[in-house]
């Protein structure tokens, strides 16, 4: 059964940094396509960033590019967002999310995704 860790989460003054991990509980997790969305209050959970096996890119939705930072650690299992520039809208709950497959075309979409964390909280005060 694959299962993701989520941790991480806080309050941090804008202009501030983050850094979300997320570890994933499953012995072929080199394998895996991994991204981050959130979800903020009254609003559709939305893709954040995300990275795929088949070609080690990095993707990003446009509210995060040049501020946040996807990496994976296959040796540990483990996601990471590092945020950094945060923004009070940037305050959601982020949601780790894994994909068993190399390579997933849709990879901004919700419904490409098989497994979910149970989402880290993240407040930026202005």
């Known amino acids: 059964q694959v299962q993701l860790i989520e941790s991480g989460g806080g309050l941090v003054q804008a202009g501030g940094s983050l850094r979300l991990s997320c570890k994933v509980t499953?012995?072929?997790?080199?394998?895996?396509?991994m991204a981050w969305f959130r979800q903020a209050p009254g609003r559709e959970r939305e893709f954040v960033a995300g990275?795929?096996?088949?070609?080690?890119?990095?993707y990003y939705s446009d509210a995060v590019k040049g501020r946040f930072t996807i990496s994976r650690d296959n040796t540990k299992s483990t996601v990471n967002l590092q945020m950094n520039s945060l923004k009070p809208e940037d305050t959601a709950v982020y949601f780790c999310?894994?994909?068993?497959?190399?390579?997933?075309?849709?990879?901004?979409?919700?419904?490409?995704?098989?497994?979910w964390g149970q989402g880290t909280q993240v407040t930026v005060a202005s």
């Open positions: 990275t795929r096996r088949s070609d080690s890119n990095q």
């Open positions: 499953f012995r072929t997790f080199t394998s895996f396509t």
């Open positions: 999310a894994a994909k068993a497959a190399d390579h997933v075309n849709d990879y901004w979409a919700k419904r490409a995704y098989d497994y």
